[in-house]
């Protein structure tokens, strides 16, 4: 049978090939954009220490200052979740992925532009954090609409399909490790502080209209349908509370190990005294680790069981992650960071992260998929993602206990375990 306004001879299962990947490259895009900034501001926050948040001299108070911004946008994550992801529900996946591709773009353009505090004073922190805002709020509505989308390619595959904009996302931390790589390795910290640093977030700011002009040409998700006087917001709050509880838990060691990663080249220059380019070494290598295995372990999901797989691997990551971080702190060098980085992508990101989008979709009915996936998927990175950076900070600073992180992974893997192991049940009656 046609799908409504489908050409003749497409079915509502099988698509043409062509809009598929067109549609699957667009979706992925986005998610890129917002990986390939995030990023940036993590690796840049020293630099920002400096230039924001302070006279010029840096300091502890300045670099704290600095990791907080990295937060605000978490803070706005669920409100961009709650209106975009409604609206996306009501109007369409196609339509809500376009719409956080503007906002994204118009958020990371600015981030690129604002003048540094010699040339506003106090504005430009002010500035800074209002852009840092905006890319909150369309990262809230992106994640549940892209989920949603891609989920729904193939029902089969929904492992696979939905964790391509993982990959997505490692490339985008690829070549922003590298970006923020060449430049600490070509310029001085004075040309960086002059305005070198911008060249990397403007690289950033030119993906966003090709995302925007991609998803314009893509097509809608088979599984969506208008509905009249729908609501989603007040429905998931009404029937799938038990539901969103247990997926922010569910997500909550993703978007730890996620922020961990970013701030793992502070944490390596602060603590650890690596140089700027060894601390960078890590990520550039799990990066390119990040663009393969999430695919290889979702399709082993979809195949095998994604949450057995999950449960497995967040036990795994959890109980190595003290014994890493403290064989990494007895001998610092870029080699072994670069190998402890490396274990956390295999386990965390690769063999759980990458099947928490299709778990989600099998949690969550279509009718109000994508705003329940964005809601549940801001609230946790919230919880355990943007302000990871400088609670680790400031954990590690008072108490002169390097492994704090490892500490910290193994106590929210715990907690995303228990509650995997709940949500079974539901995705059984899941509809």
């Known amino acids: 049978m046609a799908a409504p306004g489908a050409p003749p001879g497409t079915s509502a299962t099988s698509p043409p090939v062509r809009s598929q990947k067109r549609t699957i490259l ?9 990986w390939y900034d995030l990023l940036l501001y993590g690796l840049f926050s020293v630099t920002f220490s400096r230039l924001f948040f302070s006279t010029g001299q840096g300091g502890p108070l300045a670099l704290a200052l600095s990791l907080g911004s990295f937060g605000v946008a978490f803070i706005v994550r669920p409100l961009g979740a709650a209106w975009l992801g409604s609206w996306t529900d009501r109007h369409g996946r196609r339509n809500g992925l376009i719409l956080s591709s503007v906002l994204m773009t118009l958020g990371t353009g600015a981030v690129a532009l604002i003048p540094d505090s010699r040339t506003i004073g106090p504005l430009a922190p002010v500035l800074l954090v209002l852009s840092r805002m905006v890319q909150g709020f369309a990262a809230g509505g992106e994640f549940g609409s892209a989920s949603a989308m891609l989920a729904e390619r193939d029902p089969a595959r929904r492992g696979f399909y939905s964790s391509l904009q993982w990959s997505a996302s490692g490339a985008s931390v690829t ?30 700011l030119l993906m966003g209209p090709f995302a925007t002009w991609m998803r314009l040409r893509g097509e809608e998700s088979q599984e969506f349908t208008r509905a ?14 038990q539901r969103i509880l247990l997926a922010v838990g569910a997500v909550g060691l993703g978007a730890t190990g996620s922020a961990l990663n970013v701030y793992m080249p502070t944490y390596a220059r602060t603590f650890l005294h690596l140089s700027e380019t060894g601390s960078l070494a890590g990520t550039v290598v799990s990066g390119v680790l ?13 195949r095998a069981g994604r949450r ?7 036990t795994t990551g959890g109980l190595i992650a003290w014994p890493l971080f403290a064989w990494l702190t007895a001998a610092p060098s870029a080699g072994r960071l670069m190998a402890v980085q490396s274990a956390f992508i295999l386990f965390i990101y690769g063999a759980y992260y990458a099947s928490v989008p299709a778990l989600m979709a099998d949690i969550f009915p279509p009718r109000n998929r994508a705003s329940s996936i ?14 990871t950076p400088v609670l680790l900070s400031t ?7 390097l492994t704090i992180p490892g500490l910290w992974l193994l106590a929210v893997a ?13 995705m059984r009656k899941k509809g």
């Open 228 to 241: 009249e006087n729908h609501l989603p917001i007040r429905e998931i709050f009404k029937n799938d509370k």
């Open 374 to 387: 964005a809601l549940s998927y801001a609230a946790s990175q919230l919880l355990f993602g943007g302000f």
């Open 175 to 204: 070549l922003a490790a590298f970006l923020a790589w060449c430049v600490h390795h070509f310029f001085t910290d004075s040309q960086i502080d002059a305005g070198a640093w911008r060249l990397p977030f403007l690289f950033g």
């Open 308 to 314: 057995k797989m999950m449960i497995a691997a967040a």
């Open 290 to 302: 990040s663009i393969v295995v999430p695919p290889l372990f979702a399709s082993l999901g979809d």
């Open 395 to 401: 954990l590690t600073r008072n108490s002169g206990l």
């Open 414 to 426: 715990s907690m995303s375990v228990l509650c995997l192991s709940l949500a079974g049940p539901l």
């Open 26 to 34: 667009a979706t992925t895009l986005g998610g890129a954009l917002e």
